[in-house]
């Protein structure tokens, strides 16, 4: 099947600071992908998507961005705050929206 | 704002049994999903649901499970006789239609298989 990895399991950071979570994957089918955060106890939460025809993408304090080229997706969380401490996962979607590989999580922790 | 409910928080159960656990989507979707996440591991597909009937499933969605809407509200997955690897959280979510991608999750059920 897909394998959507993460390079780094922990990021710490100082609030304020600019987060990077890079995530690469395998399948070079995907044509859609998500970011999603999960605070502890919590279920995933929606932050950002992006389709394949794009390669970056921006929200609220946050930019996705897609290199189609080495397979790699990046989550750029600016000025980032305590309350963006969790665990980021990346997942991949292929074709349609029925079923979905997520990778095994970079925890942020934001330091005061 | 709308969200994605799911009963019990946690179930605790014996190896062999059955379990029932129930989710209640945002009332005007028509896609649903279950997904389990073990512990300190990563979010992994179980099935995805429309129109009542399965669309997609991944391996990990044997026999031993199957999923329901049995009303206009509740989405359930059951595992027919429990096994202690099953031991995980369980995710339900729902999106609205072809034209959103965005799914959303429910807090999960947190099952513990002794």
């Known amino acids: 099947g897909e394998s959507v990895g993460l390079h780094l399991p922990t990021l710490s950071v100082q609030e304020g600071d600019n987060s990077i979570i890079n995530c690469a994957y395998s399948?070079?089918?995907?044509?859609?992908f998500i970011w999603y955060k999960q605070e502890s106890g919590k279920g995933p939460q929606f932050i950002i998507d992006i389709r394949s025809n794009m390669d970056k993408r921006q929200g609220q304090r946050v930019t996705v961005l897609l290199n189609k080229t080495v397979k790699h997706l990046s989550l750029q969380i600016a000025a980032t705050q305590p309350g963006d401490s969790a665990v980021y996962f990346c997942a991949e979607n292929k074709d349609n929206f029925n079923k979905f590989y997520f990778g095994s999580g970079t925890k942020l922790n934001v330091k005061p | 704002e709308p969200e994605v409910t799911q009963t019990p928080s946690h179930q605790v159960t014996q190896m062999g049994q059955e379990v029932i656990l129930r989710c209640v989507p945002i009332s005007n979707h028509l896609y649903f999903y279950w997904y389990r996440q073990i512990l300190g591991q990563k979010v992994e597909f179980l099935v995805s649901f429309y129109n009542n009937e399965i669309s997609e499933k991944s391996e990990i969605f044997d026999d031993q499970f199957s999923v329901e809407r049995p009303d206009g509200s509740n989405f359930t997955l059951k595992i027919r006789s429990t096994k202690l690897e099953d031991s995980a959280m369980y995710f339900c979510?729902?999106?609205?239609?072809?034209?959103?991608?965005?799914?959303?999750f429910g807090p999960g059920t947190r099952l513990t298989v002794l």
């Open positions: 979510a729902s999106r609205s239609g072809p034209s959103t991608d965005t799914q959303y």
């Open positions: 399948n070079s089918a995907s044509d859609y």
